[in-house]
């Protein structure tokens, strides 16, 4: 690949990244065609990936809570299941998610500790990039499912918020 089509390659992935700010999209895919076996597959994400989280965190308390509330048996398979705990935060990504900021540190939040909404309660680091998982509303710590250094998949539950 010569040099013009590699800055030519940056300058299309830095226009990606600016739509992405500028139409506050999470992440956008493209595939660049130059010829008939020569093509450039780009994937652009914000490492602000945490949006999803509230949404897929409070979208079961709806729906397994008034379903599962009469019975006593259907409450403890919740409690079996911490994805289906409605205050399960859930990993946006796949990644390595780290308790505390660097070894040796304090860890961002312990079983028991008040956290306010936007608090950053882990970092998941993904494709050497630290991302930074915010709390997606105030409360209690009241389970931290991971251990530090555990890798995790997308919508994996991290940690139950009460």
């Given amino acids: 690949m ?3 089509n590699h800055q030519s390659d ?4 830095e226009a990606l990244a600016s739509l992405l700010r500028e139409h506050d999209l999470s992440e956008i ?3 660049r065609e130059y010829g008939e ?4 597959d780009v994937r652009v994400a914000r490492g602000i990936a945490a949006a999803p989280v509230p ?11 008034p ?10 398979s919740t409690s079996d299941d911490p994805a289906q705990d409605p205050g399960a935060v859930t990993s946006p990504m796949v990644g390595t998610a780290y308790l505390q900021a660097e070894p040796g540190s304090p860890p961002f939040v312990s079983i028991g500790d008040k956290v306010t ?5 882990l970092i998941i680091e993904a494709m050497k990039t630290m991302n930074q998982i915010p709390a997606p509303r105030s409360g209690t710590i009241k389970r ?7 890798p995790v998949e997308f919508g994996a539950p991290l940690l139950i918020l009460e």
């Fill in 2 to 4: 010569s040099q013009k």
């Fill in 10 to 13: 940056v300058d299309f992935i």
């Fill in 29 to 31: 895919e493209v595939r």
């Fill in 37 to 40: 076996d020569d093509t450039l």
């Fill in 55 to 65: 949404v897929a965190a409070a979208a079961p308390a709806p729906v397994v809570a």
């Fill in 67 to 76: 379903a599962q509330a009469p019975s006593p048996a259907a409450a403890a």
């Fill in 117 to 121: 909404e936007g608090q950053t309660v």
């Fill in 144 to 150: 931290i499912l991971v251990e530090d250094g555990a």
